[in-house]
């Protein structure tokens, strides 16, 4: 399979490329420089360029501006629902247009956020656009599943990334941790191993968002 997967660089997407790429598939994961999510024009010029031979499309970037609802600023909320959702929406509609319908075949995997499902302070921008981007997934469920194009959605829970390591003491990674009724993070892999059969395996699955989140029970 020609899978095109975005916010590639690092943590879950870098694992997810990493993953498929073992698995044998043709990945393309196009670097800031290549495709700016957060530019309407870039994503433009990448569209009028893509080779439209693709089979998949994972929409992995992710922006989060933390900031009480209060001091959001214009520019953050529209920042965050371009590339969260505005991104996700045009590249989803042109391999649909010109690669899914024709050969009546397209995997489309959207990653969420366990945030969905217990809010945060602080992330209004952040859940709105992947409420926003889980109703994308649920429509295009619904208007090419009859085509051959199957979407969803995965919502990991608080994933074991460098990310998190560095933004967080041995002490609190163990808080968090607790938080799961598993006692431990979400593995990157566990997150990738789902997108690959999403992408590769699944035959009749649609519509759904999948919270990979080892039974969240809140509490943060």
């Given at each position: 399979m020609k899978i095109l997967v975005t916010g590639s660089s690092r943590g879950i997407g870098e694992e997810i490329c990493t993953n498929l790429s073992k698995l044998?598939?043709?990945?393309?994961?196009p670097s800031r420089s290549e495709l700016n999510l957060a530019s309407y024009p870039s994503i433009i010029e990448f569209i009028k360029n893509l080779d439209i031979d693709f089979d998949g499309l994972v929409n992995n970037?992710?922006?989060?501006?933390?900031e009480s609802f209060t001091n959001i600023s214009l520019d953050q909320y529209n920042e965050?629902?371009?590339?969260?959702?505005?991104?996700?929406?045009?590249?989803?509609?042109?391999?649909?247009?010109h690669s899914f319908l024709p050969k009546r075949f397209g995997r489309i995997v959207n990653i969420g956020t366990i945030w969905?499902?217990?809010p945060r302070e602080g992330r209004t921008t952040y859940t709105l656009s992947k409420a926003a981007l889980e109703s994308?997934?649920?429509s295009l469920a619904i208007e090419f599943g009859r085509e051959g194009i199957l979407s969803n959605m995965i919502s990991p829970g608080i994933v074991d990334t460098d990310l998190t390591r560095f933004n967080n003491s041995t002490q609190e990674i163990e808080i968090l941790s607790k938080l799961n009724s598993i006692e431990k993070l979400i593995s990157k892999s566990d997150i990738a191993s789902m997108v690959n059969f999403l992408l590769t395996e699944n035959k009749v699955i649609n519509g759904q968002n999948i919270f990979i989140d080892g039974g969240f029970k809140g509490g943060i």
């Open positions: 044998g598939h043709e990945v393309i994961a970037a992710g922006l989060n501006h933390i965050t629902m371009m590339v969260n959702c505005t991104a996700p929406f045009l590249l989803s509609q042109s391999l649909i247009r969905l499902k217990h994308l997934t649920k």
